[in-house]
């Protein structure tokens, strides 16, 4: 990828030898390039209702080619230091001609919720999935950027010292790029980190050596994915376990795996039981949890996880194979009937969860859930075998 355009640089546009006979270094307020060489302009576009517009920059570059065996034909080339660089058209023609480049794309609106309801104020993470001529190759998106506060003393903004995520949820869930004010946006021109495959120089040009393939957003843990123009959600769905028991015991649901859980999780819960003996443990991250309990006074450094009931397993928001379907009964519960959930190791003195979302996702079986997915269960109860005397 080359750092700028200067006069006298060639290039092969098609089948014609170029070269750049002029070279500016920022646009007008509308983004539009108006050439001097010839009656020829570009329209500079991020995408095709935003304009490009640069004041001037040393590094940024809109061009004119000119074919060496026919002066007669023209292109226009565009340069940019973080969009990358694009040239049209890919048919050198005579003036005057007016091309428009746009040098980004963009998904449709992006939305994050959680149990159906916007979530506000969240950081979340894009992770571009690239071919590259070793492989394929995980880039996660964006580095931390500095976080500027107002300084009486200086009288202006300096560095806090703090850092932060640009993509952030407004108030009603939709992701937008906090730090520009505007939605997301991925550069395709030649050399960009989102160019695609088919975002060659000019069209019908060779194809990028490495490309962007696919882009997915993050949000603690579960993921969707995103493709240009069309809109995304992402609908976090949180499970609970429901465990009765002698009220004054601990209990303690550890996500299976939880050594390699994604930030912001909530991997491990702790509780003890209140009067009248049941506890519920909300807001859990789907996957299959371990159960244990300890009587009171054992203290959390020396506890004995195994001293009140053995460990028990109980998967939260995940659906179950037709094989348990077939083999476990019906359980009734207020009244009506409802699909079992898959009974721990200890048989059936088991917790039961309360399976409130399809978004599955287990822990090393790859990158998490995505989409809408909704499976809708009410609470399902079974008693956590928690003897009343202790051990």
């Given at each position: 990828m080359r750092t700028t355009v200067n006069v006298g640089d060639l290039y092969q546009v098609g089948a014609h030898d170029m070269l750049v006979v002029e070279v500016l270094r920022g646009t007008d307020a509308g983004g539009v390039v108006s050439f001097q060489t010839a009656p020829v302009f570009a329209r500079l576009r991020r995408l095709p209702d935003l304009p490009l517009v640069v004041?001037?920059?040393?590094?940024?570059?809109?061009?004119?080619?000119?074919?060496?065996?026919?002066?007669?034909?023209?292109?226009?080339?565009?340069?940019?230091?973080a969009l990358g660089e694009r040239i049209a058209p890919a048919e050198p023609c005579p003036a005057p001609f007016?091309?428009?480049?746009?040098?980004?794309?963009?998904?449709?609106?992006?939305?994050?919720?959680?149990?159906?309801?916007?979530?506000?104020?969240?950081?979340?993470?894009?992770?571009?999935?690239?071919?590259?001529?070793?492989?394929?190759?995980?880039?996660?998106?964006?580095?931390?950027?500095?976080?500027?506060r107002w300084s009486e003393e200086w009288q202006a903004l300096v560095d806090s010292g703090e850092r932060d995520g640009p993509y952030k949820t407004d108030e009603d869930g939709y992701v937008h790029n906090a730090v520009l004010g505007e939605p997301i946006l991925f550069p395709r021109g030649e050399g960009a980190f989102g160019q695609r495959h088919e975002d060659a120089l000019y069209d019908g040009a060779e194809p990028p050596v490495e490309s962007t393939q696919r882009v997915w957003l993050y949000f603690r843990g579960q993921r969707v994915e995103l493709t240009e123009g069309q809109p995304a959600t992402l609908d976090w769905r949180t499970g609970t376990i429901v465990v009765s028991g002698p009220a004054g015991r601990w209990v303690r649901a550890e996500l299976e795996g939880a050594g390699n859980d994604p930030a912001c999780v909530t991997c491990r819960v702790t509780a003890q039981i209140p009067a009248p003996g049941e506890l519920t443990l909300s807001g859990l991250y789907p996957g299959r949890y371990c159960l244990s309990a300890w009587k009171p006074g054992s203290g959390t450094g020396n506890r004995d996880w195994s001293v009140i009931a053995p460990r028990q397993w109980v998967s939260v928001g995940r659906k179950l194979r037709d094989r348990a379907r077939r083999l476990l009964p019906h359980l009734r519960l207020h009244g009506r009937r409802r699909h079992p959930v898959r009974r721990g190791r200890a048989g059936p003195g088991a917790a039961t969860g309360l399976r409130r979302g399809g978004n599955d996702r287990r822990r090393g079986q790859g990158p998490g859930a995505h989409g809408t997915a909704a499976d809708e269960h009410a609470h399902q109860r079974q008693p956590l075998g928690i003897p009343a005397g202790g051990g």
């Open positions: 004041s001037y920059d040393q590094l940024f570059a809109c061009y004119l080619l000119r074919s060496r065996d026919d002066p007669g034909l023209y292109a226009v080339g565009v340069y940019h230091p007016t091309e428009e480049l746009v040098l980004c794309w963009a998904p449709g609106p992006v939305r994050v919720l959680m149990d159906g309801e916007p979530v506000a104020g969240e950081t979340v993470s894009l992770m571009l999935e690239r071919e590259t001529g070793d492989g394929t190759a995980l880039c996660l998106l964006p580095d931390k950027h500095k976080v500027l």
